[in-house]
C-alpha cells in the first residue's frame, strides 16, 4: 500500500463545477499536511496547508480527518485556470524528516 | 528576493558519466530537500538536510547517489555512473523551520541520461 494515496484522475469538469480531491495516508504518525499545485512542467507550489479543524481560503476547502487518515480538497466555482495536477502531501518526523508526496491528481477544467 | 535556483536547468549526459546537480535554497532557509519526479510520475523524496546534516537519506536509491551540504546554504546531488533509468526532473526545495512549513521549489534539473 503506498504511503499516501490520491483519487487517480483525471477530473473533466466544465467551468463552474464543484470538484472534490480525496486522499488517504497510512501512517497515523504523520503530523502536518498539504495540497500543493503542479502546473505542467512546472515545479510544485503550495495551494494551502491542512488543519484538523479545516481550513478555507476562497474557493478552496482543506479537510483533515486523522482518525480516518483522510485528507480533502474542495473547489467551488472552478475556473479554467485551476486546471494542474493537485498533489497530497504528508510530513512524517523519523528520526529524521520526511515528505511524501502523493502521485496527484489531474484536473482539466473546460469552457 | 530570489527562490530557490537550480542549474544546470537541464543536463544531457552518457550513460556511466557522473553528474552534478546544484540546488541555491532561499537564504535564511535552514531545511533543503531533494526530489526525483520521472515524467508523468510524482514525486519521490530522496534526501533532505537540516543545516549541513542529512538526518534521512533512505530515499536515495542506490549508493550511486551522494548529497552534500556546506555552509548551511548549497547544496549538490551527485549521481555517479549514470543509468537510463535515472532519467528524470531532479527538484530541490526549502523551507524556513525544522519541518512541516511549506517548502518553496525551484525549477528543476532535467536529467537526461543516453
Known amino acids: 500500500r503506498k504511503e499516501v494515496e490520491q483519487d487517480p484522475g483525471p477530473f473533466n469538469v466544465p467551468e463552474g463545477a464543484t470538484v472534490a480531491f480525496n486522499c488517504t495516508y497510512s501512517?497515523?504518525?504523520?503530523?502536518?499536511f498539504f495540497w500543493y499545485r503542479q502546473d505542467c512542467r512546472k515545479e510544485p507550489k503550495l495551494l494551502m496547508s491542512?488543519?484538523?479543524s479545516g481550513n478555507e481560503d476562497g474557493r478552496f476547502t482543506a479537510q483533515l480527518n486523522r482518525a480516518s487518515q483522510y485528507i480533502s480538497l474542495l473547489i467551488r466555482d472552478s475556473k479554467l485556470s485551476d486546471s494542474a495536477t493537485y498533489l497530497c502531501?504528508?510530513?512524517?518526523?523519523?528520526?529524521?524528516?520526511?515528505?511524501?508526496f502523493g502521485a496527484g491528481t489531474r484536473l482539466f477544467v473546460k469552457a | 528576493g530570489a527562490g530557490v535556483s537550480q542549474s544546470p536547468s537541464n543536463k544531457v549526459t552518457e550513460k556511466g558519466k557522473d553528474v552534478e546537480l546544484r540546488c541555491d535554497p532561499i537564504?535564511?532557509?535552514?531545511?533543503l530537500y531533494w526530489y526525483r519526479q520521472s515524467l508523468g510520475q510524482g514525486l519521490e523524496f530522496l534526501i533532505y538536510?537540516?543545516?549541513?546534516?542529512?538526518?534521512?537519506k533512505s530515499g536515495l536509491p542506490s549508493d550511486r547517489f551522494s548529497a552534500e551540504r556546506t555552509g548551511g546554504s548549497v547544496s549538490t546531488l551527485t549521481i555517479q555512473r549514470t543509468q537510463q533509468e535515472d532519467s528524470a526532473v531532479y527538484l530541490c526545495?526549502?523551507?524556513f523551520g525544522l519541518g512541516g512549513e511549506t517548502q518553496y521549489f525551484g525549477p528543476g534539473t532535467r536529467l537526461l541520461v543516453l
Open positions: 526545495a526549502s523551507s
Open positions: 501512517n497515523s504518525a504523520s503530523q502536518s
Open positions: 491542512v488543519y484538523s
Open positions: 502531501v504528508v510530513t512524517l518526523d523519523t528520526g529524521g524528516f520526511k515528505t511524501i
Open positions: 537564504s535564511g532557509h535552514t531545511a
Open positions: 538536510f537540516q543545516g549541513n546534516s542529512a538526518p534521512d
